[in-house]
């Protein structure tokens, strides 16, 4: 069983800067990826950026420039920094962590860009 924490949410003011932490503890052989996601009320899980096991690296073209998603493989942490936030980039985002066939989710955290 593997289980992901995420941190770093809050309010900012549009222009302003966030970085989310997900920690992951368990059993974790084999990560194949980890990402972020983002979630709006009443919308789907949407891919915000993703990270493979070798480091490459992918980005939903709205936070292209923007966001960088990074990983700690020592600790088993993946972070998003974000800049340049915008109205449209709240959400809750959460964690997501593949290994072969399995996933799993965090819990999410709530990320608020407003004046």
């Known amino acids: 069983q593997v289980h992901l924490v995420e941190s770093g949410g809050g309010l900012v003011q549009p222009g302003g800067s966030l970085r989310l932490s997900c920690d992951a503890s368990g059993s974790m052989p084999s990560i194949t990826s980890m990402a972020w996601y983002r979630q709006t009320l009443g919308k789907q899980r949407d891919l915000v950026a993703g990270?493979?096991?070798?480091?490459?690296?992918n980005y939903a073209d709205s936070v292209k420039g923007r966001f960088t998603i990074s990983r700690d493989n020592s600790k088993n942490t993946v972070y998003l920094q974000m800049n340049s936030l915008k109205p449209e980039d709240t959400g809750v985002y959460y964690c997501?962590?593949?290994?072969?066939?399995?996933?799993?989710w965090g819990q999410g955290t709530q990320v608020t860009v407003s004046s």
């Open positions: 990270i493979s096991s070798s480091g490459s690296t």
């Open positions: 997501y962590l593949k290994m072969d066939i399995e996933y799993y």
